[in-house]
């Protein structure tokens, strides 16, 4: 309790984004894990866990109620969602019905962009595609058409991901023409309409955007993904294996946004997706990409970061999207062409630093808003995963038969050390009653 305390202090009834995941402990029952990404006092994004429930009902309405109950116990509502992270489930990621939508009904800006696995999963590894692709022209498997197959779900070698998202890209256009054919000649209803969502995934900005992302970074650490799996290691070369890849990596982050935009765009207009863009990510992106200070801010460009504020219709309204963008002309002449402070910033976080560091977030206070929205966008992330795998070690096997009460109350402390070691002893013994020690803080000494 002390620790989800201190948590909810740090996040000082500030905007939040939502991380939530679920998965089965060792006795089989089904966990919901609750992750809130905030910027902190020191301006750095965190991720902490503030609970861990168990899920009775999976449906988005009840696991909705159980966010709902558990944020009004720390005196939060949706109202404060900026963000939201979730898997590839329907009663999670739904378009009518998932918990992604209900959220969004409560907050406007509660924007989600999806992980690049699950995306990827839902669109490249699925069992309906397989299908589909061994009934048609296209083969999987060995033979004269593997260079231009897609590897089966269980091939997990990196390497063997690159090629299925290289031969994706070269292969769209029949893969398209299948899932067309399986909506309309399909035998069963529910056969149609998996094929109807997995055509219409396929038919989205996103996934165009993240097949060409993750092809360029695969492709980056493909030289030392195959090094690394010789039997005969050179650790010397491997070590300058690395650092080329990382140079690589940091080149695309800093240099080649605009390009791989580009590049994307392209390929979604040779295959006619004009209409169908989601304009809300689109405008995300390219929001946050002319935001960013890198190279001097030179992606910088008043109308796209406009908007991506008018995404955010609860924070911006007409009034302040006008002073917003006066602010946004004052504060680009001030820390790209004035104040050298500003000069050699490495991103969001170093932006948000030195805005609060200068005093300029009560200059700009508008434009200091719009940088905390873009660090809060929880494109991916591991840190639900991270709770999963520790609950492993909290409810194992010889302790399987752990009440729920007793789960959340190991676990947050477990994986968020650094926030249990600053609570006093003084804290602790507020919660023990009559000399008696929580069960929780048992296990965890």
Known sequence: METIKAIIKELNGDCFALLVDESFDVSRKEQMAIVLRYVDRMRFVVERLIDIVHVKDTCASSLKEEIVDLLAKHSLSLSYVRGQYYDGANNMQGELIGLKMLIKQESRSAHSIHCFAHQLQLSLLTQRIEEALDMSELK???????????SRAFDTRWGSHYKSFKNFILMFGSILHVLEALVVDARLMDERAKAMGYLRACQTFEVAFMLHLMTDVLAITNELNEFLQKKEQDIT????????AKRRLQSLREDDWDSLIEKVSTFCIKYEFNGRFDEVTTNLLHGVACLNPIDSFSSFDIKKIMKMAKLYPDDFDE???????????????????????FSNLNGFCDLSRKLVETKKHLNFPLVFCLVKFALLLPVATASVERAFSAMKFIKNGMQNRMNDELLSGCLVPYVEKDVFSTISN????????????????????
């Open 140 to 150: 999987t498997g060995r033979g004269l058409n593997q260079e231009l197959g897609l």
């Open 237 to 244: 070369n491997a070590m300058l294996l690395i650092e080329v």
């Open 319 to 341: 009034v302040s999207m006008g002073a917003l963008e006066n602010q946004l002309a004052t504060s680009i002449t001030d820390v790209r062409d004035i104040d050298e402070r």
């Open 426 to 445: 003084d804290r602790y013994c507020k919660n023990i009653s009559r000399n008696e020690t929580p069960s929780s803080m048992l296990v965890i000494m």
